[in-house]
């Protein structure tokens, strides 16, 4: 049985209130909200659920948009890649945040220009990650000052990040070159044994890398049945000669 999407074990019991009644169309509600997204950024919790409700919220009071919230929702969903969550998030945001600076056909109003390109620079780190192109992911992230500004307040977003990757590895192989695999974690010697051995449990024999056999990754061999009648084939091939009336 599937996680249900609006569930978050740590949520608390406020903002559970709040996300199942009439107050989370209420805009005095967007602090508390706010707060919460600061709480996840510090506590390494995270809720999507509760982060979409507030973008919801700027939608229909644009008044009460805080930029460095908005950037810190996408830096938190980022998180738990391959997961949607990312996507639904810029779903919400204003359509001008994410056309070309230079190109826009209307110039933001003031303060939007920021926004627009720090969710541009985000979006292209999610597209790397949907696109598994790990090394150019951290090659990017480490490309420009700003997106140290914009991960600042999420908490161990670097080791989050290697997490993410290390389970989608995990799902796909068996058996990796280390040197593949340091540039997918951006770690190397010993901090990247420690990471591949205690973190993920993984073994390193010379210069592989070997993941235990998991319900994911193991290979199973598939057999596909065709279970179409000649009756059924036959009234196909009949119709293909008819004449259309």
Known sequence: MGVPFDYAPERP???EQILNGLD??????TSVFQDYVMQQCENQTYDCYANLALLKLYQFNPHLNRDETITNILVKALTVFPNPDFSLAISLLPTHTLAPLSSSAQNPAAGDAPLSEAVQKLNVLNLLLA????????NTLDSDDLYADLIADVSGFEELMRVRIAVTVSQA???IDRSIL??????QGKEFEHFVGS????????????????KENEAKGTVVRENVKFDQFARVIKRAYEQPA
């Open 131 to 138: 696109g598994a192109d790990y090394s150019a992911f951290w």
């Open 13 to 15: 019991e406020h903002i």
């Open 199 to 214: 973190v993920c449990g993984w073994s390193v024999e010379g210069d592989k890398i070997k993941v235990p056999l998991n």
């Open 173 to 175: 192989i068996r058996e």
């Open 182 to 187: 340091e540039s997918w974690l951006n770690l």
């Open 24 to 29: 989370r169309y209420n805009p005095e509600t």
